[in-house]
Protein backbone atom coordinates (compact mmCIF):
# COMPACT_ATOMS: atom_id res chain seq x y z
CA UNK A 1 0.00 0.00 0.00
CA UNK A 2 1.30 3.49 -0.79
CA UNK A 3 -0.29 5.79 1.54
CA UNK A 4 2.41 6.28 4.62
CA UNK A 5 0.29 6.11 7.98
CA UNK A 6 1.65 7.53 10.37
CA UNK A 7 2.52 5.20 13.34
CA UNK A 8 0.40 6.95 16.12
CA UNK A 9 -2.79 8.45 16.79
CA UNK A 10 -3.25 12.01 18.20
CA UNK A 11 -4.61 12.27 21.41
CA UNK A 12 -3.83 16.05 22.27
CA UNK A 13 -4.04 18.29 19.42
CA UNK A 14 -2.95 22.34 18.90
CA UNK A 15 -5.37 24.36 16.54
CA UNK A 16 -3.73 25.47 13.51
CA UNK A 17 -5.04 29.12 13.18
CA UNK A 18 -6.03 30.08 9.20
CA UNK A 19 -5.59 33.30 7.55
CA UNK A 20 -6.18 34.23 4.31
CA UNK A 21 -3.82 35.36 1.86
CA UNK A 22 -4.68 39.16 2.17
CA UNK A 23 -3.86 38.59 6.13
CA UNK A 24 -1.10 37.13 4.88
CA UNK A 25 0.07 40.23 2.82
CA UNK A 26 -0.32 42.22 5.66
CA UNK A 27 1.50 40.08 7.65
CA UNK A 28 4.69 39.90 5.42
CA UNK A 29 4.36 43.74 4.86
CA UNK A 30 4.68 44.60 8.87
CA UNK A 31 7.60 41.36 8.72
CA UNK A 32 9.48 43.31 6.64
CA UNK A 33 9.15 39.96 4.39
CA UNK A 34 11.41 39.03 7.27
CA UNK A 35 9.87 34.99 7.92
CA UNK A 36 11.84 35.33 11.03
CA UNK A 37 10.07 38.19 12.56
CA UNK A 38 6.39 36.51 11.69
CA UNK A 39 4.89 35.41 14.79
CA UNK A 40 4.45 31.29 14.62
CA UNK A 41 1.07 31.91 15.35
CA UNK A 42 0.34 33.58 12.10
CA UNK A 43 2.31 30.22 10.14
CA UNK A 44 -0.14 27.67 9.31
CA UNK A 45 2.57 25.32 8.28
CA UNK A 46 5.96 25.74 9.90
CA UNK A 47 8.91 24.12 8.38
CA UNK A 48 11.81 26.60 9.92
CA UNK A 49 13.43 23.63 11.50
CA UNK A 50 13.29 20.32 12.63
CA UNK A 51 15.31 21.26 15.53
CA UNK A 52 13.19 21.26 19.05
CA UNK A 53 9.58 20.92 16.85
CA UNK A 54 9.06 17.53 17.72
CA UNK A 55 5.50 16.33 19.51
CA UNK A 56 6.45 14.41 22.85
CA UNK A 57 4.61 10.63 22.94
CA UNK A 58 2.35 9.86 26.20
CA UNK A 59 5.17 7.72 27.18
CA UNK A 60 7.72 11.11 27.29
CA UNK A 61 4.77 13.32 28.62
CA UNK A 62 4.17 10.33 31.79
CA UNK A 63 7.93 10.36 31.96
CA UNK A 64 7.65 14.29 32.26
CA UNK A 65 5.53 13.25 35.50
CA UNK A 66 8.09 11.19 37.02
CA UNK A 67 11.29 13.38 36.53
CA UNK A 68 12.95 13.82 40.06
CA UNK A 69 14.72 17.29 40.34
CA UNK A 70 17.41 16.74 43.12
CA UNK A 71 20.31 18.97 42.15
CA UNK A 72 22.79 15.82 42.55
CA UNK A 73 22.23 12.16 42.13
CA UNK A 74 18.57 12.33 40.20
CA UNK A 75 17.52 8.70 39.03
CA UNK A 76 16.39 10.85 36.09
CA UNK A 77 20.08 11.28 35.07
CA UNK A 78 20.97 7.44 35.60
CA UNK A 79 17.58 6.60 33.53
CA UNK A 80 18.85 8.41 30.84
CA UNK A 81 22.63 7.65 31.36
CA UNK A 82 21.01 3.82 30.59
CA UNK A 83 19.13 4.36 28.33
CA UNK A 84 22.02 5.83 26.31
CA UNK A 85 24.52 3.17 27.29
CA UNK A 86 21.91 0.73 25.45
CA UNK A 87 23.23 2.26 22.32
CA UNK A 88 26.22 4.51 22.64
CA UNK A 89 27.96 2.83 25.62
CA UNK A 90 30.47 5.76 26.35
CA UNK A 91 31.96 5.69 29.80
CA UNK A 92 31.14 9.46 30.41
CA UNK A 93 27.82 10.69 29.89
CA UNK A 94 27.64 14.98 30.18
CA UNK A 95 24.60 16.32 29.89
CA UNK A 96 24.05 19.85 28.39
CA UNK A 97 21.06 22.02 27.31
CA UNK A 98 21.36 21.84 24.18
CA UNK A 99 24.10 20.78 21.37
CA UNK A 100 26.35 23.91 20.72
CA UNK A 101 26.87 23.31 24.72
CA UNK A 102 28.30 20.33 24.48
CA UNK A 103 30.18 21.52 21.23
CA UNK A 104 31.57 24.53 23.24
CA UNK A 105 32.95 22.29 26.16
CA UNK A 106 34.69 20.10 23.55
CA UNK A 107 36.59 22.68 21.98
CA UNK A 108 37.24 25.04 24.53
CA UNK A 109 38.93 21.90 25.97
CA UNK A 110 40.44 20.44 22.89
CA UNK A 111 41.41 24.39 21.80
CA UNK A 112 43.42 24.85 25.20
CA UNK A 113 46.98 23.33 24.75
CA UNK A 114 47.36 24.84 20.96
CA UNK A 115 45.25 27.30 19.23
CA UNK A 116 46.51 26.46 15.74
CA UNK A 117 44.62 22.94 15.60
CA UNK A 118 42.74 21.42 12.39
CA UNK A 119 39.70 19.51 13.10
CA UNK A 120 38.39 17.78 10.20
CA UNK A 121 34.41 17.36 9.75
CA UNK A 122 32.16 15.94 6.54
CA UNK A 123 30.63 19.01 7.14
CA UNK A 124 30.86 21.03 9.64
CA UNK A 125 27.25 22.16 11.00
CA UNK A 126 27.22 26.05 11.47
CA UNK A 127 27.49 26.06 15.47
CA UNK A 128 30.46 23.61 15.27
CA UNK A 129 32.47 25.50 13.01
CA UNK A 130 31.68 28.79 15.10
CA UNK A 131 32.75 27.08 18.31
CA UNK A 132 35.46 25.43 16.59
CA UNK A 133 36.95 28.70 15.04
CA UNK A 134 35.97 30.77 18.63
CA UNK A 135 38.25 28.48 20.23
CA UNK A 136 41.13 29.41 17.52
CA UNK A 137 41.05 26.55 15.70
CA UNK A 138 40.21 25.71 12.11
CA UNK A 139 37.54 24.13 11.09
CA UNK A 140 37.73 21.77 8.17
CA UNK A 141 34.87 20.39 5.72
CA UNK A 142 36.03 16.98 3.99
CA UNK A 143 32.98 15.51 2.28
CA UNK A 144 33.28 13.44 -0.91
CA UNK A 145 33.22 15.80 -4.08
CA UNK A 146 29.89 14.51 -4.52
CA UNK A 147 28.80 15.46 -1.46
CA UNK A 148 28.72 19.18 -3.03
CA UNK A 149 26.41 18.51 -6.31
CA UNK A 150 22.75 19.13 -5.54
CA UNK A 151 21.90 17.12 -9.02
CA UNK A 152 23.44 13.49 -8.37
CA UNK A 153 21.56 11.48 -6.68
CA UNK A 154 23.58 9.24 -4.91
CA UNK A 155 23.08 6.89 -1.88
CA UNK A 156 25.50 8.23 0.55
CA UNK A 157 26.55 11.70 -0.12
CA UNK A 158 27.37 12.56 3.38
CA UNK A 159 30.53 10.32 3.22
CA UNK A 160 34.29 11.85 4.37
CA UNK A 161 36.63 11.66 1.47
CA UNK A 162 39.13 9.26 3.03
CA UNK A 163 41.73 10.71 0.74
CA UNK A 164 41.92 14.12 1.60
CA UNK A 165 41.68 12.57 5.15
CA UNK A 166 44.91 10.14 4.75
CA UNK A 167 46.71 13.34 3.23
CA UNK A 168 45.66 15.77 6.24
CA UNK A 169 47.09 13.17 8.70
CA UNK A 170 49.97 12.06 7.00
CA UNK A 171 51.33 15.97 6.58
CA UNK A 172 50.11 17.58 9.80
CA UNK A 173 48.89 14.94 12.24
CA UNK A 174 49.94 16.97 14.89
CA UNK A 175 47.68 19.61 14.64
CA UNK A 176 44.15 17.61 14.19
CA UNK A 177 43.37 16.39 18.22
CA UNK A 178 39.84 14.46 16.80
CA UNK A 179 38.60 13.39 13.58
CA UNK A 180 34.46 14.59 13.61
CA UNK A 181 31.53 12.97 11.39
CA UNK A 182 28.24 14.46 11.02
CA UNK A 183 25.19 11.83 10.94
CA UNK A 184 23.55 12.93 9.01
CA UNK A 185 25.11 15.89 7.39
CA UNK A 186 23.17 18.21 8.08
CA UNK A 187 24.69 20.97 6.21
CA UNK A 188 25.00 18.99 3.13
CA UNK A 189 21.46 18.77 3.09
CA UNK A 190 20.59 15.43 5.28
CA UNK A 191 22.80 13.06 3.07
CA UNK A 192 23.70 10.29 5.74
CA UNK A 193 26.97 8.87 5.89
CA UNK A 194 27.59 4.68 5.17
CA UNK A 195 28.69 2.09 7.51
CA UNK A 196 31.96 1.03 5.39
CA UNK A 197 32.83 4.85 5.80
CA UNK A 198 32.49 5.07 9.23
CA UNK A 199 34.24 2.20 9.66
CA UNK A 200 36.91 3.51 6.89
CA UNK A 201 37.59 6.64 8.81
CA UNK A 202 37.98 5.24 12.31
CA UNK A 203 40.55 2.51 10.91
CA UNK A 204 42.19 5.73 9.35
CA UNK A 205 41.84 7.16 13.04
CA UNK A 206 43.32 4.15 14.77
CA UNK A 207 46.18 4.36 12.46
CA UNK A 208 47.16 7.85 13.67
CA UNK A 209 46.11 7.51 17.06
CA UNK A 210 43.40 9.83 16.67
CA UNK A 211 39.81 9.58 18.57
CA UNK A 212 36.68 9.93 16.49
CA UNK A 213 33.71 12.09 17.49
CA UNK A 214 30.38 11.92 15.82
CA UNK A 215 28.41 15.01 15.87
CA UNK A 216 25.35 11.97 15.99
CA UNK A 217 22.19 14.43 16.07
CA UNK A 218 20.66 12.21 13.79
CA UNK A 219 21.78 9.42 14.27
CA UNK A 220 18.53 7.33 13.71
CA UNK A 221 18.32 8.36 10.50
CA UNK A 222 21.15 7.94 9.66
CA UNK A 223 21.21 4.02 10.57
CA UNK A 224 17.68 3.89 8.67
CA UNK A 225 19.36 4.94 5.49
CA UNK A 226 21.77 2.54 5.77
CA UNK A 227 19.32 -0.22 6.40
CA UNK A 228 17.80 0.87 3.52
CA UNK A 229 20.41 1.34 1.13
CA UNK A 230 24.00 -0.41 2.44
CA UNK A 231 24.49 -4.28 1.85
CA UNK A 232 24.62 -6.46 4.38
CA UNK A 233 21.62 -4.12 6.58
CA UNK A 234 18.20 -5.08 5.46
CA UNK A 235 17.76 -7.28 8.03
CA UNK A 236 19.07 -5.75 10.77
CA UNK A 237 17.24 -3.95 13.18
CA UNK A 238 17.99 -0.06 13.38
CA UNK A 239 18.95 -0.86 17.17
CA UNK A 240 21.90 -2.87 16.17
CA UNK A 241 23.04 -0.73 13.65
CA UNK A 242 23.18 2.82 15.54
CA UNK A 243 24.88 0.25 18.27
CA UNK A 244 27.47 -0.73 15.40
CA UNK A 245 27.60 3.03 14.25
CA UNK A 246 28.80 4.00 18.12
CA UNK A 247 30.92 1.39 18.48
CA UNK A 248 33.26 2.97 15.75
CA UNK A 249 32.89 5.94 17.76
CA UNK A 250 35.39 7.45 20.58
CA UNK A 251 33.05 10.33 21.20
CA UNK A 252 29.78 12.36 20.49
CA UNK A 253 28.02 15.61 20.37
CA UNK A 254 24.50 15.80 20.04
CA UNK A 255 21.84 17.74 19.93
CA UNK A 256 18.54 16.17 22.03
CA UNK A 257 16.55 18.57 19.87
CA UNK A 258 16.84 16.31 16.99
CA UNK A 259 16.54 12.37 17.06
CA UNK A 260 16.17 12.64 21.18
CA UNK A 261 12.46 13.87 20.14
CA UNK A 262 12.45 16.39 22.27
CA UNK A 263 11.99 20.53 22.94
CA UNK A 264 15.49 20.90 24.28
CA UNK A 265 18.00 18.94 25.39
CA UNK A 266 22.25 17.64 24.23
CA UNK A 267 24.65 15.89 25.79
CA UNK A 268 28.85 15.50 25.50
CA UNK A 269 29.81 11.66 25.71
CA UNK A 270 33.03 10.23 25.47
CA UNK A 271 35.94 7.64 26.86
CA UNK A 272 38.64 9.32 27.85
CA UNK A 273 39.05 9.95 31.63
CA UNK A 274 41.08 13.01 31.25
CA UNK A 275 38.89 14.88 28.91
CA UNK A 276 35.89 13.82 30.82
CA UNK A 277 37.16 15.22 33.87
CA UNK A 278 38.12 18.46 31.94
CA UNK A 279 34.75 18.55 30.54
CA UNK A 280 32.88 18.34 33.69
CA UNK A 281 34.94 20.89 35.23
CA UNK A 282 33.96 23.26 32.39
CA UNK A 283 30.27 21.95 32.70
CA UNK A 284 29.77 23.29 36.21
CA UNK A 285 30.81 26.63 35.65
CA UNK A 286 28.36 27.02 32.35
CA UNK A 287 26.28 24.21 32.63
CA UNK A 288 25.74 22.81 35.87
CA UNK A 289 26.23 19.95 38.29
CA UNK A 290 27.42 16.83 36.11
CA UNK A 291 23.57 15.03 37.07
CA UNK A 292 22.06 17.59 35.11
CA UNK A 293 24.18 19.48 32.84
CA UNK A 294 21.69 22.60 32.40
CA UNK A 295 18.41 20.47 32.24
CA UNK A 296 15.66 19.47 34.86
CA UNK A 297 15.51 15.41 35.44
CA UNK A 298 11.78 16.01 33.89
CA UNK A 299 13.85 16.69 30.51
CA UNK A 300 16.09 13.76 31.44
CA UNK A 301 13.24 11.74 31.51
CA UNK A 302 11.83 12.63 28.17
CA UNK A 303 15.21 12.01 26.46
CA UNK A 304 15.76 8.57 28.33
CA UNK A 305 12.12 7.44 26.57
CA UNK A 306 12.78 9.56 23.50
CA UNK A 307 16.00 7.01 22.75
CA UNK A 308 13.75 4.49 23.28
CA UNK A 309 11.32 5.49 20.32
CA UNK A 310 13.79 7.08 17.81
CA UNK A 311 14.97 3.71 16.95
CA UNK A 312 11.77 2.35 16.20
CA UNK A 313 11.46 0.95 12.97
CA UNK A 314 7.74 1.74 12.19
CA UNK A 315 8.22 5.36 13.24
CA UNK A 316 11.94 5.43 11.47
CA UNK A 317 9.79 4.19 8.20
CA UNK A 318 7.48 6.48 8.73
CA UNK A 319 10.32 9.44 9.01
CA UNK A 320 11.90 8.63 6.05
CA UNK A 321 9.33 7.69 3.85
CA UNK A 322 7.35 10.69 4.43
CA UNK A 323 10.49 12.85 3.88
CA UNK A 324 10.67 10.91 0.16
CA UNK A 325 7.38 11.31 -0.10
CA UNK A 326 7.04 15.20 -0.01
CA UNK A 327 10.60 15.79 -2.06
CA UNK A 328 9.84 13.10 -4.81
CA UNK A 329 6.14 14.82 -5.86
CA UNK A 330 8.02 18.13 -5.76
CA UNK A 331 10.12 16.65 -8.04
CA UNK A 332 7.61 14.96 -10.33
CA UNK A 333 6.15 18.22 -10.56
CA UNK A 334 9.19 19.28 -12.26
CA UNK A 335 10.53 21.43 -9.35
CA UNK A 336 14.03 21.05 -8.60
CA UNK A 337 15.13 19.70 -6.03
CA UNK A 338 18.62 18.62 -3.50
CA UNK A 339 18.90 14.79 -4.84
CA UNK A 340 18.48 12.51 -3.30
CA UNK A 341 15.82 13.41 -0.41
CA UNK A 342 17.50 13.73 2.73
CA UNK A 343 16.09 12.45 6.00
CA UNK A 344 15.12 15.77 7.85
CA UNK A 345 13.97 18.28 5.56
CA UNK A 346 13.47 18.82 1.40
CA UNK A 347 15.81 21.49 -0.45
CA UNK A 348 14.02 23.30 -3.31
CA UNK A 349 16.97 25.05 -5.65
CA UNK A 350 15.36 28.40 -6.26
CA UNK A 351 18.29 29.79 -8.40
CA UNK A 352 17.70 26.99 -11.04
CA UNK A 353 13.69 26.83 -10.38
CA UNK A 354 13.58 30.83 -10.60
CA UNK A 355 16.54 31.77 -13.20
CA UNK A 356 14.53 35.20 -14.03
CA UNK A 357 15.63 36.43 -10.72
CA UNK A 358 19.34 36.91 -10.43
CA UNK A 359 21.23 35.57 -7.48
CA UNK A 360 21.79 39.18 -5.85
CA UNK A 361 17.90 40.02 -6.17
CA UNK A 362 17.80 36.53 -3.65
CA UNK A 363 15.55 34.22 -5.71
CA UNK A 364 15.62 31.89 -2.45
CA UNK A 365 14.03 34.45 -0.17
CA UNK A 366 11.53 35.60 -2.70
CA UNK A 367 10.39 32.00 -3.11
CA UNK A 368 10.22 31.65 0.61
CA UNK A 369 7.94 34.71 0.44
CA UNK A 370 5.87 33.26 -1.87
CA UNK A 371 5.59 30.16 0.10
CA UNK A 372 3.64 31.93 2.27
CA UNK A 373 1.80 34.49 0.95
CA UNK A 374 0.44 31.58 -0.95
CA UNK A 375 0.33 28.83 1.45
CA UNK A 376 1.16 30.06 4.96
CA UNK A 377 4.24 27.55 4.91
CA UNK A 378 6.93 29.24 6.61
CA UNK A 379 10.41 27.70 4.68
CA UNK A 380 13.99 29.04 5.66
CA UNK A 381 16.50 30.58 2.74
CA UNK A 382 19.50 29.05 2.71
CA UNK A 383 21.52 31.14 0.49
CA UNK A 384 22.82 34.76 -0.68
CA UNK A 385 20.73 36.13 2.43
CA UNK A 386 22.28 33.66 4.33
CA UNK A 387 26.23 33.34 3.66
CA UNK A 388 26.40 36.28 1.54
CA UNK A 389 27.58 39.07 3.76
CA UNK A 390 31.08 39.78 4.00
CA UNK A 391 32.63 40.69 7.20
CA UNK A 392 34.01 43.80 5.30
CA UNK A 393 30.29 44.64 4.47
CA UNK A 394 30.59 43.44 1.24
CA UNK A 395 28.44 40.69 -1.12
CA UNK A 396 29.46 38.00 -2.04
CA UNK A 397 26.56 35.31 -3.89
CA UNK A 398 26.25 31.67 -1.97
CA UNK A 399 27.27 28.65 -3.99
CA UNK A 400 23.44 28.11 -4.22
CA UNK A 401 20.06 29.83 -3.30
CA UNK A 402 17.98 27.07 -1.59
CA UNK A 403 14.94 26.95 0.30
CA UNK A 404 14.75 24.37 3.12
CA UNK A 405 11.61 22.80 4.13
CA UNK A 406 12.60 20.79 7.47
CA UNK A 407 10.17 18.90 9.23
CA UNK A 408 9.07 18.28 12.55
CA UNK A 409 9.45 14.98 13.75
CA UNK A 410 5.50 13.34 14.26
CA UNK A 411 4.04 17.13 14.12
CA UNK A 412 2.70 16.99 10.74
CA UNK A 413 0.58 14.38 9.24
CA UNK A 414 0.42 13.36 5.02
CA UNK A 415 -2.66 15.54 4.52
CA UNK A 416 -0.72 18.30 5.80
CA UNK A 417 2.32 17.33 3.30
CA UNK A 418 -0.18 16.96 0.35
CA UNK A 419 -1.45 20.70 1.01
CA UNK A 420 2.21 21.88 1.03
CA UNK A 421 2.94 20.08 -2.64
CA UNK A 422 -0.37 21.89 -3.63
CA UNK A 423 0.67 24.76 -2.74
CA UNK A 424 4.54 24.44 -4.58
CA UNK A 425 2.46 23.06 -7.40
CA UNK A 426 0.76 26.70 -7.72
CA UNK A 427 3.73 28.62 -6.81
CA UNK A 428 5.67 26.71 -9.30
CA UNK A 429 2.78 27.45 -12.25
CA UNK A 430 3.04 31.14 -11.84
CA UNK A 431 6.69 31.31 -10.81
CA UNK A 432 7.57 34.06 -14.13
CA UNK A 433 5.64 36.17 -12.10
CA UNK A 434 7.37 35.83 -9.13
CA UNK A 435 10.12 38.94 -8.31
CA UNK A 436 13.28 39.43 -6.85
CA UNK A 437 13.52 41.40 -3.37
CA UNK A 438 15.88 43.92 -1.96
CA UNK A 439 17.89 43.99 1.47
CA UNK A 440 16.40 47.55 2.61
CA UNK A 441 17.98 46.96 6.25
CA UNK A 442 20.40 44.75 7.72
CA UNK A 443 23.21 44.29 10.67
CA UNK A 444 26.47 44.11 10.42
CA UNK A 445 26.40 40.02 11.01
CA UNK A 446 24.11 37.51 10.63
CA UNK A 447 21.59 39.45 9.23
CA UNK A 448 19.00 36.66 8.09
CA UNK A 449 17.47 36.77 11.24
CA UNK A 450 16.98 40.31 11.40
CA UNK A 451 16.81 41.98 7.97
CA UNK A 452 14.47 43.86 5.89
CA UNK A 453 13.64 43.53 2.36
CA UNK A 454 11.64 44.76 -0.10
CA UNK A 455 9.76 43.44 -2.76
CA UNK A 456 11.60 44.67 -6.31
C1 LIG B 1 21.32 21.28 15.57
C2 LIG B 1 22.69 20.81 15.33
C3 LIG B 1 23.73 21.16 16.20
C4 LIG B 1 23.54 22.13 17.35
O1 LIG B 1 22.60 21.71 18.26
P1 LIG B 1 21.69 22.76 19.10
O2 LIG B 1 20.90 21.86 20.01
O3 LIG B 1 20.85 23.50 18.13
O4 LIG B 1 22.61 23.63 19.85
C5 LIG B 1 24.98 20.63 15.94
N1 LIG B 1 25.21 19.83 14.89
C6 LIG B 1 24.23 19.48 14.03
C7 LIG B 1 24.54 18.58 12.89
C8 LIG B 1 22.94 19.96 14.21
O5 LIG B 1 21.98 19.62 13.35
Redesign the pocket.
Known amino acids: MKTIIEPFRIKSVEPLRMTSVSEREALLKEANYNLFSLKSDDVLIDLLTD ?2 TSAMSTKQWAGIQMGDESYAGSPSFYRFEQALRELAPFKHIIPTH ?6 KILFSIIGQENDKLIIPNNTH ?4 RANIEASGSQALDLVKQEGLDPQVDLPFKGDMDLKRLRDLLETQAELVPIVML ?1 I ?4 GGGQPVSMANIRETKALCDEFNKPLFL ?1 A ?2 FAENAYFIKQREAGYQDKTPKEIVQEIFSYADGM ?6 DALVN ?3 WLALNDDNLAMKARNVLILTEGFPTYGGLSGRDLEAMAVGLEEIIEEDYLNYRISSTAYFGNALDKLGIPIVKPVGGHAVYIDARAMLPHIPPSEYPGQALAIEMYRLGGIRGCEIGTVMFGQQPDGSEKLAAMDLVRMAIPRRVYTQSHIDYCIECLEEVNANKNNLRGVNISWQPPMLRHFTCHFEPK
Open positions: SGQGRAAEFDTTTTNNSDCRTMSAKKMGG
